[in-house]
């Protein structure tokens, strides 16, 4: 069976503390009530930086730049119907003060603290280079 190949990025905001920002998806929404990094898909014609730049922005009233995204790890997951790719940035520098823009609830928690969140299949394998790094 061939699926399609969806790619969407993903951010690690890390703050001055070490914490990283997680948000929850809201009901109405695929995988509702599980915790995420956030990000989005990238749109035609974007990188996954300008995808990554302009979902903080859409997501959480945050501006960044390329500059600042580190890549760090990527998953690779295999759905029912679709196959995600989707690489893991860290951002340390950004201006703004992360809110909620979509009626997601958000969370500053420690790395070693991701695993008492559930998160989709495809998040989890993320957190174990967030756990190292920081």
Same mark, same amino acid.
């Given at each position: 069976?061939?699926?399609?190949?969806?790619?969407?990025?993903?951010?690690?905001?890390?703050?001055?503390?070490?914490?990283?920002?997680?948000?929850?998806?809201?009901?109405?929404?695929?995988?509702?009530?599980?915790?995420?990094?956030?990000?989005?898909?990238?749109?035609?014609?974007?990188?996954?930086?300008?995808?990554?730049?302009?979902?903080?922005?859409?997501?959480?009233?945050?501006?960044?730049?390329?500059?600042?995204?580190?890549? =760090?790890?990527?998953?690779?997951?295999?759905?029912?119907?679709?196959?995600?790719?989707?690489?893991?940035?860290?951002?340390?520098?950004?201006?703004?003060?992360?809110?909620?823009?979509?009626?997601?609830?958000?969370?500053?928690?420690?790395?070693?603290?991701?695993?008492?969140?559930?998160?989709?299949?495809?998040?989890?394998? =993320?957190?174990?280079?967030?756990?190292?790094?920081?």
């Amino acid at each position: 069976m061939t699926r399609r190949l969806l790619l969407v990025v993903a951010c690690a905001l890390v703050d001055a503390d070490n914490r990283i920002l997680i948000a929850q998806r809201p009901e109405g929404k695929a995988l509702a009530g599980l915790w995420e990094f956030p990000g989005g898909k990238v749109d035609a014609g974007e990188t996954p930086e300008d995808a990554l730049i302009r979902e903080l922005r859409e997501e959480l009233g945050v501006e960044t730049k390329t500059a600042c995204l580190a890549p =760090l790890t990527f998953a690779s997951h295999t759905y029912d119907d679709f196959h995600l790719l989707m690489p893991l940035y860290v951002c340390r520098r950004w201006t703004g003060f992360p809110r909620s823009l979509e009626g997601q609830a958000i969370k500053w928690v420690r790395a070693k603290q991701l695993r008492d969140y559930p998160m989709p299949p495809a998040d989890e394998p =993320l957190i174990a280079p967030l756990i190292e790094l920081l």
